[in-house]
């Protein structure tokens, strides 16, 4: 039995011990390697059956693919993209991932095709590319802010809470992100009444000083009286839209009159008597012409991103183009009436 021990320690035989362990450990990693290679594969195959797709695809599996086409056929993808036809992007990043094998093209093509649902409005499509994503780059930045206005548009604030917290983890700064969440899933916490959530939002404006816009929306709309107590004449002009579409039966002269550009703003609707000067050109035009008498004259708004520089007839929390988180500057002209009342509360 001694012998046997000695021979174990012999120099010989731990240098062939060592190789083995080698080997074994080389031989079970590469097919490790394989298996994980398969999976994701196989992973991508199902990914790919969930969508139909038809048209561009279509002309495309007519021609043979080579590796070359990849890059342009990306581009003309992209430029689909942002021309709004989505139909084409889609079919074009579908086709190209059923034969790319690079891994950073494939997650490239993929994070496309999920923006690219995104913006058509494919929602639930776009959180299942994106989650596939995450699944092997759980850190892609551009994906979890992505899949984060996927879980805002479908109103699923505890899960874009979540992505908050996944973004905090990596150290990107999420400050207004985690206070506009908050605040949105107040608004629509089912689990109070509308006074409860009224006297919230209310709290959550005088602590923070943001998302003013959305704040006096929601207060306008169940809590009037709170509206009009929070406003601030240094924020008219940045509201001016909402005051000016506001029915009539929600104002509250007697607080317009204290503010002198809201008192200019109702002038120049003709809901109070015509305000004097305050260096708001636009503004104190109108209020002239009511002075003389002149009725056809009105206001109409555009909303320009500050970011992308794009511009919306639309009133925004989110730019549709680019998606900064409020960055909407309202933008007014001078136009001729139509005789039509229109309303952003009703």
């Known amino acids: ?43 991508l195959q199902r990914f790919l059956k969930r969508f139909e797709t038809q048209g561009v695809k279509k002309s495309l599996e007519s021609m043979p693919y080579t590796p070359e086409m990849t890059q342009p056929l990306v581009l003309l993808a992209r430029a689909y993209e942002k021309s709004g036809e989505y139909n084409s992007a889609i079919e074009i990043g579908l086709y190209l991932l059923e034969h790319v094998q690079d891994e950073p ?14 913006h058509a409005g494919f929602l639930e499509r776009a959180h299942t590319t994106f989650l596939q994503i995450l ?23 505890d899960k874009a809470e979540e992505v908050v917290e996944s973004l905090e983890a990596m150290e990107v700064d999420v400050t207004d992100l985690k206070r506009y969440v ?4 107040l608004i629509h916490e089912s689990s109070l009444d509308e006074g409860q959530k009224a006297e919230r939002v209310a709290a959550f404006y005088r602590e923070h000083g943001v998302h003013e816009r959305i704040v006096l929306e929601y ?35 007697d607080r317009i009159k204290e503010l002198p550009r809201l008192k200019a703003v109702y002038g120049a609707r003709g809901d109070i008597e015509p305000a004097e000067s305050t260096g708001w050109f636009l503004i104190d035009m109108m209020n002239h012409l009511r002075k003389t008498g002149y009725r056809e004259a009105t206001l109409q708004f555009a909303y320009l991103c500050q970011n992308c520089k794009q511009q919306f007839p639309v009133p925004f929390e989110r730019c549709p183009k680019c998606l900064a988180l409020e960055s909407a500057l309202v933008e007014i002209e001078l136009t001729k009436a139509e005789h039509e009342a229109g309303c952003h509360l009703l």
């Open 1 to 43: 039995m001694d012998a046997l021990l000695i021979d174990y320690r012999d120099p010989l035989f731990a240098v062939l011990l060592i190789a083995g362990m080698v080997f074994v450990i080389a031989f079970v990693s590469y097919w490790w390697g394989v298996y994980v290679k398969s999976r994701k594969s196989r992973r």
């Open 105 to 118: 093209t494939v997650y490239e093509l993929m994070e496309l095709v999920g923006t690219t649902y995104m």
């Open 135 to 157: 699944r092997s780059n759980p850190r892609n930045e551009k994906v979890l802010n992505d899949l984060m206005v996927v879980y805002e548009r479908l109103q699923r604030w």
């Open 182 to 185: 908050a605040l949105k899933r």
């Open 219 to 253: 207060l306008l709309r169940h809590a009037p009286q709170k509206a009009w107590e929070m406003v601030r004449d240094e924020s008219v002009p940045r509201l001016v839209d909402i005051f000016w579409f506001l029915p009539t039966s929600f104002l509250d002269v």
